[in-house]
C-alpha cells in the first residue's frame, strides 16, 4: 500500500513511519522540513506548510494514496485543508487525537462513548493546555465529516517509548536507573498508565491494512505506581504524600504521569482500551517498555525540571 504521513519525523510519527515500513509499504511524509530527520533513504520526503491552508499542500496535488495518517493535525485550520484536499486522493482518514478530548476526565474508566469537551470554533489556532482538547474536538469532527465511515479516530494515552523528547516517561526510567532513595509520589496505591509508542503505530498499521472505522482510545497496562516503580527497578523509593508534594510546589512538571486516582483528572490513568484490543490493539510488556526507553534516553540529553539537588533538598527536608 501506499501511505501518506502528514508529519512523521518525530517521535510518535517516527515509530508511524517505521511500522508500515517494516510491514512492506510505502511511505510519503509532509512536513515543512524544519525538524530532524532520521526516518531511511526509502521515505518519500514532501514539503509543505498546513498552516498556509490549500496552497502550503501543493505538493500533494495530482497524487493519490490508500491511506493518510494524520500526525500532525492539531488546529481545524490545518486538519480542514487536508482533510477536504486529500477527500478524493485517499481511500482512508485516520486522524491521531488525544484522550484529553474528554469532558470528564474523573470518570473511571474512561470510554470511547463518554462526553466530549465542547469543541472549539474553527478560527481558533492557538494551541494552549486549555484549548488543546477542544481543537481535537473539533478536529475529529472535520475528518468524521468530511469521511463519514473512511476513517478511524486513535485517542491516545500519554505516550512512552525510544524518542519520547517530551521527557514525562523518561523522566522516571532514567531517575530508576540513577539509583539511590528516589522521591515517589502519593503512597504506591495510584495508578499509571500510558501507551507504548510502537503499540500504537502496529495498530494504525493493523487499522489501515484491514480498513478498520470507529473511535478507539489506546491506553497500555495500568499499573500501580508501586508495580511501575519495581518495574523500572526503583530499589529505595521513598513515597511522599500528595499534600505534601503541593507543599513543596511539586506538580506535574516536576513529576510527569503523576494523577492522584480520585483527582479531577484521574481518569485519564484508567483509559479503557478494550475496543481497540478486541480490534487488534497488542500490548508490550510494561518492563520492555521501561528498558527500550532507558537504553535511549540515557544518551538523548533530556533534561528534566526535577533536578536531582532539588530532590534530595525535599527528602531532607520532610521527616
Known amino acids: 500500500m501506499n501511505i501518506l504521513v502528514l508529519g512523521g519525523t518525530q517521535f510518535v510519527g517516527r515509530h508511524i513511519v517505521e511500522a508500515f515500513l517494516v510491514a512492506g509499504h510505502t511511505v510519503s511524509i509532509l512536513t515543512r522540513g524544519k525538524s530532524a530527520d532520521d526516518l531511511p533513504a526509502q521515505v518519500e520526503r514532501l514539503q509543505g506548510d498546513r498552516n498556509q491552508g490549500p496552497e502550503g499542500l501543493s505538493a500533494l496535488t ?27 486522493r485517499v481511500r482512508q482518514y485516520v486522524f491521531i487525537s488525544t484522550v484529553s478530548v474528554y469532558a470528564e476526565a474523573g470518570r473511571h474508566p474512561v470510554r470511547e462513548d463518554d462526553p466530549l469537551l465542547p469543541p472549539a470554533a474553527e478560527d481558533v489556532t492557538e494551541v494552549t493546555g486549555e484549548t488543546y482538547g477542544p481543537l481535537k474536538v473539533t478536529c475529529e469532527a ?8 473512511n476513517c478511524a479516530i486513535l485517542r491516545p494515552q500519554i505516550v512512552a517509548g525510544p524518542y519520547d523528547h517530551t521527557a514525562r516517561y523518561p ?24 501507551i507504548d509508542a510502537r503499540d500504537q503505530a502496529r495498530f494504525t ?11 478507539f482510545n489506546l491506553a497500555g497496562p495500568r499499573l500501580s505506581w508501586s508495580e511501575f516503580l519495581t518495574v523500572l527497578g526503583a530499589a529505595q523509593p521513598r513515597w511522599l504524600p500528595h499534600e505534601t508534594l503541593q507543599a513543596h510546589g511539586l506538580g506535574h512538571r516536576e513529576l510527569p504521569l503523576y ?8 481518569g485519564l490513568m484508567d483509559v479503557s482500551p478494550q475496543r481497540a484490543l478486541s480490534a487488534g490493539l497488542v500490548h508490550t510488556s510494561p ?33
Open 62 to 88: 495530482g497524487r493519490q494514496w490508500d491511506a493518510c495518517v494524520d500526525v500532525s493535525g492539531y488546529t481545524p485550520a490545518q486538519v480542514r485543508a487536508s482533510a477536504e484536499l486529500l477527500r478524493d
Open 142 to 149: 472535520i475528518v468524521q465529516e468530511v469521511y463519514g465511515g
Open 171 to 194: 523522566y522516571w526510567v532514567d531517575r530508576a536507573g540513577r539509583g539511590g532513595e528516589m522521591l515517589a509520589p502519593g503512597d504506591g496505591t495510584d495508578h499509571v498508565q500510558v
Open 205 to 215: 498499521v493493523k487499522v489501515v491494512e484491514e480498513h478498520i472505522s470507529g473511535v
Open 259 to 266: 494523577l492522584p486516582e480520585h483527582s479531577e483528572q484521574g
Open 287 to 319: 518492563s520492555v517498555t521501561a528498558a527500550d526507553t532507558r537504553a535511549w534516553s540515557q544518551n538523548a540529553g533530556l533534561s528534566y525540571a526535577l533536578t536531582p539537588e532539588r530532590e534530595q533538598e525535599i527528602l531532607s527536608a520532610v521527616p
